[in-house]
């Protein structure tokens, strides 16, 4: 496998929360995200925790999501391969029980969310029971992530109106009850755009949560879900407070769509021909004078623009997370190394 499994990540997870940093988990749909995120994970010498949902596997299986995550998977394990950082892989906002017994029986994930967060309390912990106690009886090395507490905005088909804060004592109950490995917060962030204003972020609210988790001798690694907006001093301040892994989606698709159209718009006149002419696909406009220049209109060449983006953009939050020149399972090519 050339990305690790859940002890592997565990390792990382320990780490990050004696040290305070935290990984920047990042969902990607298509190749071009992919290959930016182990650039720009790979320059920043930080490991990277990669993220599938079910809608993109779907997506990517044009509408079946096992194949899809075949698929995926397949994919990123050939192409991380040249990598020297750990990859992990995350399965983000899992609903579907049996989809997630597929993953676990395919010894696929590195961890697994399960989402029962829009449920009422006693429903999300059974839920997430059934989802750890699967995982416990297949004895799969996989961590299993769950919420508690709703986070405004929609993610994968999950929408929420009005977001409400995870209760301490109420976090306390649910791991204990659960078993689970990870635990999403809701202290004030939101999916989706969060349009530029400062969010109503409570980062002691956090704290308070994983003190009454260590004092019950459960301090497991805490998540911050829907970060978009959060500001880089914001950030900072919740990795100090448990907050080891950091949800990003939102941004690397306006990245990638941005980048796109930027390009586009430059060379517009090398693409789109002149008005008169704008039905001419057909023949590929051989009665005009004007030809489309392949050298612009070549998916690829988009694509290259995406990935170099994408790699920029991610080397960057790396440093914001603390993550960056932390990788424990840097590879020579014959051995993992832990960094020091």
């Known amino acids: 496998m050339s990305f690790y499994r859940g002890s592997e990540l565990d390792a990382v997870y320990d780490e990050a929360l004696s040290n305070e940093f935290g990984l920047i988990a990042s969902n990607v749909a298509e190749p071009n995200v992919l290959i930016g995120l182990l650039e720009g994970a790979s320059r920043a010498k930080s490991d990277l925790l990669l993220q599938l949902s079910e809608g993109a596997c779907r997506f990517a299986g044009n509408g079946d999501a096992r194949a899809g995550l075949t698929a995926l998977s397949g994919y990123i394990e050939a192409v991380a391969d040249r990598y020297?950082?750990?990859?992990?892989?995350?399965?983000?906002?899992?609903?579907n029980v049996e989809f997630i017994e597929y993953q676990l029986d395919r010894e696929i994930p590195s961890s697994i969310m399960i989402d029962a967060s829009s449920e009422p309390f006693e429903e999300n912990v059974r839920i997430t029971r059934e989802v750890t106690s699967m995982a416990e009886a297949k004895d799969a090395d996989v961590l299993i992530e769950a919420e508690l507490g709703q986070i405004k905005g929609a993610e994968?088909?999950?929408?929420?109106?009005?977001?409400?804060?995870?209760?301490?004592?109420?976090?306390?109950?649910?791991?204990?009850?659960?078993g689970c490995d990870l635990l999403a917060i809701s202290v004030g962030t939101q999916h989706g755009v969060a349009k530029g204003k400062d969010l109503e972020l409570r980062p002691d609210l956090a704290g308070e949560i994983r003190e009454a988790l260590r004092d019950h001798g459960l301090d497991i690694p805490l998540v911050l879900h829907g970060s978009s907006g959060v500001q880089p001093d914001q950030l900072r301040t919740m990795l100090s407070h448990g907050i080891c892994k950091v949800n990003k989606d939102t941004r690397y698709q306006y990245e990638y769509t941005r980048t796109a159209l930027d390009h586009y718009e430059t060379n517009r006149d090398a693409i789109v021909p002149p008005n008169e002419h704008l039905n001419g696909r057909e023949s590929f406009f051989n009665e005009t004078e004007w030809t489309p220049n392949k050298d612009?209109?070549?998916?690829?060449?988009?694509?290259?623009?995406?990935?170099e983006r994408i790699a920029d953009v991610h080397a960057e939050l790396a440093e914001v997370?603390?993550?960056?020149?932390?990788?424990?399972?840097?590879?020579?090519?014959?051995?993992?190394?832990e960094s020091t």
């Open 84 to 95: 020297d950082i750990g990859v992990f892989l995350n399965m983000d906002h899992q609903t």
């Open 156 to 178: 994968d088909g999950i929408e929420v109106d009005d977001a409400f804060y995870t209760d301490p004592e109420q976090a306390v109950e649910f791991v204990d009850r659960t």
């Open 296 to 307: 612009h209109f070549d998916p690829r060449v988009s694509g290259r623009l995406i990935r």
């Open 321 to 337: 997370s603390g993550s960056a020149g932390r990788s424990r399972y840097l590879d020579d090519g014959n051995d993992r190394l």
